[in-house]
């Protein structure tokens, strides 16, 4: 809030949530990065990602379909891939690169290996979670509610 402060009692005086000082406007920085945590998690799941990728390989003769030098190559591209975004996670990029290879995984499946392409959908739904849950921290980190934050 900026501007100069009113004397007289409102909404806003009520209640000064525990990590931030009345009338400063600041929000007290947590403790550690929650942010670096999420990171961690959106790296975690691309490696989990490529192993289910890597294990639908060995499914994938006995339903036929794919089970072809292009469809094996593709999906093989697409986990390491998978692996080496992982690692890509820390930068500003990593994000970006991780919901590109989910756009490519749905298409490649859709287009190649049926199954792939359904296990996409799927990691879709986990990236939107996920998702939401940064979007959610980060509003709290804003606000100053997260427990880290508190006096």
């Known amino acids: 809030m900026s501007g100069p402060v009113?004397?007289?009692a409102g909404p806003a005086d009520e209640a000064v949530p525990?990590?931030?000082e009345a009338g400063s406007g600041g929000v007290r920085p947590p403790a550690t990065d929650p942010m670096k945590g999420i990171r961690g998690i959106f790296a975690a799941t691309l490696?989990?990602?490529?192993i289910v990728v890597l294990l639908a390989l060995l499914v994938l003769p006995k339903f036929g379909e794919g089970a072809t030098a292009l469809g094996v190559t593709t999906m093989l591209l697409i986990a390491l891939a998978m692996i080496l975004?992982?690692?890509l996670q820390r930068r500003s990029y990593g994000l970006p690169v991780a919901l590109g290879l989910q756009v490519v995984t749905i298409g490649a499946g859709f287009w190649l290996v049926t199954g792939l392409g359904i296990m996409g959908v799927v990691f879709a739904i986990v990236w939107g979670v996920l998702l939401w849950m940064r979007w959610d921290v980060r509003r709290k980190m804003e606000r100053?509610?997260?427990p880290s934050q508190q006096a």
């Open 6 to 8: 009113d004397d007289a």
């Open 18 to 20: 525990a990590g931030r």
């Open 47 to 50: 490696i989990l990602e490529a």
């Open 85 to 87: 975004a992982s690692g």
């Open 144 to 146: 100053g509610l997260l």
